[in-house]
């Protein structure tokens, strides 16, 4: 492992295991004593620092697994000089364990495990449960670590992830919250306009060709000062007028509420295949009406994506003689409209929905139960012929 990649308690770890294996070095060729046993201690200390030290064995499992087998090698030389090196072989197990796969590592830790017990019978040492059992145990501890080791990291790296997804999903939502505010402005600036403004200077054309009308001949000076009067009026309506379709939503702005409707139903969107029908026949509806109407179909079938987990869904755009109905219906896992409360931020849910429908006079309904789908119908009254 790269020592720039290492937290510190693995340094601390690292620096331990450095320090086990250089002890029971020293510890076996003193208690040993023999020239053999210093110099086979010698050599198997040399090629464990010269492999701690060389990059390529930390970054290839190739150049480790070579490394490991060369450390191995001095060690079964340690073994068969002295009995004293079998307590290097708890070393050795994790070292077996972090550097090599699965598939070897096993393997190799049997295999060191039943060395060291072949090296203390050979040495004349009688065979008993002690002899069997330590080494084992040994093993046993240190795979059990390891692998505890790993099992601990895999799920500190999946939190980690996780806390990098929500601080993600966390600035997306913040980012759609802002573009959300910022088109509901956007609408209500175009609403106060269009009920304001405009209806205030069409009055005033209206009132000015009167005034017009009931001057008396004679007047043209009068006459004069009330036209220019009257254009400017006009010509501030018209500006009026194109700062609403401005601030009118872009689906709306590329042709008719039916057709923004339709676009929803995109087969290449995801989520459940929409379809989209229209009954009765169309008139004209105010910029309100249809921003109102867009932003609930919006609302209700990111809904359906998000929660429903339906196959099919379906907008129906209904013209009546007194009313315009909008209904969403899908075929999802549905749920208890009863427990549906207003989300703390005030996202664009059942009761934003529900308030874009009454502030225009109309009513909104939500016929759902777990299991049974989830139909939302929306039914606003036409206004008054004539109403701007």
């Not at 997804?165 to 997306?172: D, F, H, M």
């Not at 008719?256 to 339709?262: G, I, M, N, P, V």
Request: hydrophobic share 50%; aromatic share 4%; charged share 20%.
């Amino acid at each position: 492992m790269d020592p720039r990649t290492l937290t510190p308690a693995l340094r601390v770890l690292r620096v331990c295991l450095h320090l086990l294996v250089a002890g029971l070095l020293v510890l076996a060729a003193l208690r040993d004593g023999t020239a053999a046993a210093v110099a086979a201690a010698a050599v198997t200390g040399a090629v464990y620092a010269v492999g701690s030290a060389l990059r390529a064995v930390r970054e290839s499992r190739s150049a480790a697994a070579l490394w490991l087998g060369a450390l191995s090698a001095a060690w079964l030389v340690l073994l068969a000089v002295t009995p004293d090196g079998l307590w290097l072989a708890f070393p050795l197990y994790f070292l077996h364990l972090h550097l090599l796969p699965a598939r070897w590592s096993l393997p190799a830790v049997a295999g060191t495990a039943g060395a060291a017990i072949m090296s203390y019978v050979r040495h004349g040492a009688p065979l008993n449960p002690g002899a069997v059992i330590g080494p084992l145990l040994g093993a046993a501890v240190a795979v059990a670590t390891v692998l505890g080791y790993q099992a601990l990291y895999r799920e500190s790296e999946r939190h980690r992830r996780l806390v990098e997804e929500l601080t993600s999903t966390r600035a997306e939502l913040a980012a759609a919250e802002r573009h959300a505010g910022t088109l509901a402005e956007r609408e209500r600036l175009a609403r106060e306009i269009h009920d304001t403004l405009a209806q205030g200077l069409s009055s005033i054309q209206l009132l000015l060709r009167a005034a017009e009308r009931a001057l008396p001949d004679g007047s043209p000076e009068a006459a004069g000062h009330i036209e220019r009067a009257r254009r400017t009026a006009q010509d501030n309506l018209a500006e009026a007028r194109r700062f609403v379709r401005a601030l009118t939503p872009a689906d709306l702005a590329r042709g008719s509420l039916a057709a923004a409707l339709e676009r929803l139903c995109d087969p290449a969107g995801e989520g459940p295949r929409v379809r989209f029908s229209l009954s009765g026949t169309p008139v004209a509806l105010p910029t309100p009406y249809e921003v109102a109407l867009l932003r609930i179909a919006q609302s209700a079938l990111a809904n359906t994506v998000r929660h429903a987990g339906a196959g099919r869904a379906e907008i129906t755009l209904t013209f009546m003689d007194a009313s315009v109905t909008l209904d969403v219906v899908d075929d999802g896992e549905g749920f208890d409209p009863r427990s549906c409360t207003a989300s703390p931020g005030g996202g664009f849910g059942l009761p934003a929905m529900r308030s874009r429908a009454e502030s225009l006079g109309g009513t909104f309904t939500v016929e759902s139960s777990p299991g049974q789908g989830t139909a939302v119908a929306v039914s606003l009254p036409l206004p008054a012929e004539g109403a701007a």
